[in-house]
């Protein structure tokens, strides 16, 4: 038989996560606070640090290769600290894809053991596969201008860029703008999840309201893209460097990529650095309750795209993600008070939720207009005359869908028929999984479904 005390601990909830446990941070949110170091400050590291310090430049005039090749081979246990190694992880995965990648249309196959042992065993330490990730080359990849000034846009600056462009530096940092802004809106939003287990309905809301301008921000942070990254650029000169080694045979890597020295010289098929692969959304989407399905909103089976980019987060990220949605209870709460109170105040708790929902889905409005215009719309146009075409020509025959040039009716098929597949660099099929994530975004709202009863 149970005792009192044995029955009372069996019943305790489970406790809400503490952002610092998962190095997540309360001011920035997966973003690290304060900002990542800059450079590996060992003189045992500068091997790296120089060729880093030149990279650029090096790929320019197609010497980067024979430095790698050159390269000691260094011991990554000699790295300190966790933010020492995530320094090296980004270091090695931007000088990796830009030995791949970097070298016009000839494609390195392999990479040399100087380059893939440090990086597979520093990716083992922090707990991502050793492929230039979203958290290599936006999360730790950025610096503050003005040490002493705001983690807002205009204060930030990359550490390292593969084109050398500010377009690409715009790139980056507007990424990294958008997980400050909406990574300040997790606590509150943690506030809120512990003020529904006191069934504190007024301090749930008053923590909603505190969260609406930080998730409003983000969907004006996007859009400004535009204002320094020149689509053409982006597609034609950056979107490249940022490709994994899994389903790249269009780019010239049809067998994944070889790790030299690494598990009798492994080849590695892995995807490339994606907004996918952010924490930030998946967490928004534990706390509001927002579900993602495969193809369509009929369908209840997970997303398995949202699924494999969670393995390319930090691991202290993805623990974080798995005990948040342990104890996720916000959508539960405040759906039950809208079926069951009447009072002004439920109504006024239900439209801070939907007002909270409602800006990440025009969140995602702004993510698919951004797609179309740098991907899309450059892909149909083709590369501005003088540039080279990165992209190798795959025969119609050998196209994924197996359809081949012809319809089923034997007529030759229009290319205007219909809009091609068009892959992100995670290798993934971009529009239908971007439209359908702000559709079942904006189905979450309450007073919509309400409505629609």
């Known amino acids: 038989m149970l005792t009192n005390a044995a029955s009372h601990q069996q019943i305790q909830p489970i406790a809400l996560p503490v952002l610092e446990d998962y190095h997540v941070s309360p001011q920035t949110g997966f973003v690290p606070y304060p900002q990542p170091p800059a450079r590996l400050t060992q003189p045992y590291y500068q091997p790296w640090e120089e060729i880093m310090d030149q990279l650029n430049h090096l790929i320019d005039s197609r010497q980067l290769r024979s430095r790698v090749d050159q390269m000691p081979l260094l011991d990554v246990d000699l790295l300190e600290t966790r933010q020492e190694q995530q320094r090296a992880y980004t270091l090695l995965g931007i000088m990796a894809h830009s030995y791949v990648w970097g070298h016009g249309l000839d494609i390195a196959q392999s990479i040399p053991e100087s380059l893939a042992v440090p990086w597979q065993a520093v990716s083992d330490k922090v707990d991502i596969p050793p492929v230039l990730t979203y958290a290599a080359n936006n999360l730790w990849n950025w610096k503050l201008k003005d040490p002493q000034g705001p983690y807002t846009i205009e204060n930030l600056e990359t550490l390292s860029t593969m084109t050398g462009t500010y377009d690409e530096t715009w790139f980056d940092i507007v990424s990294v703008a958008v997980e400050i802004e909406g990574g300040a809106a997790l606590q509150p939003l943690l506030d809120a999840m512990n003020a529904v287990r006191e069934d504190d309905m007024e301090t749930v809301i008053a923590k909603l309201h505190v969260a609406l301008p930080r998730l409003e921000q983000i969907g004006k942070i996007l859009p400004r893209m535009f204002e320094k990254c020149d689509p ?17 045979a269009a780019l010239g890597l049809p067998n994944g990529l070889e790790f030299k020295g690494v598990n009798n010289n492994e080849r590695k098929h892995h995807m490339g650095a994606t907004g996918g692969q952010t924490s930030l959304f998946p967490a928004l989407d534990l706390i509001f309750g ?16 949202l699924l494999k ?7 202290s990220h993805r623990a974080f993600l798995d005990h948040l949605s342990s104890v ?17 105040k439920a109504k006024e708790l239900v439209a801070a939720y939907d007002a909270c929902v409602q800006k990440i889905k025009l969140f995602r409005d702004s993510h698919i207009q951004v797609v179309t215009r740098y991907i899309l719309t450059q892909a149909k146009r083709g590369p501005p005359e003088g540039w080279e075409d990165y992209r190798v020509q795959v025969p119609a025959a050998t196209s994924t869908t197996g359809q081949g040039p012809e319809k089923q009716n034997g007529e030759k098929k229009d290319e205007c028929d219909e809009e091609p597949a068009v892959q992100g660099t995670g290798g993934s099929d971009l529009m239908p999984f971007l439209k359908n994530s702000r559709d079942e975004t904006n189905a979450a709202k309450l007073q919509a479904a309400a409505a629609n009863k």
């Open 232 to 248: 053409a650029v982006f597609y034609w000169k950056i979107r490249k460097f940022l490709a994994g080694s899994e389903n790249m």
């Open 290 to 305: 927002i579900d993602h399905h495969e193809n369509s909103l009929e369908k209840k089976t997970p997303n398995t795209l």
């Open 309 to 315: 980019m969670k393995a390319f987060m930090p691991g």
């Open 328 to 344: 996720a209870n916000l959508r539960p709460y405040v759906q039950s008070k809208s079926q069951s109170d009447e009072s002004d």
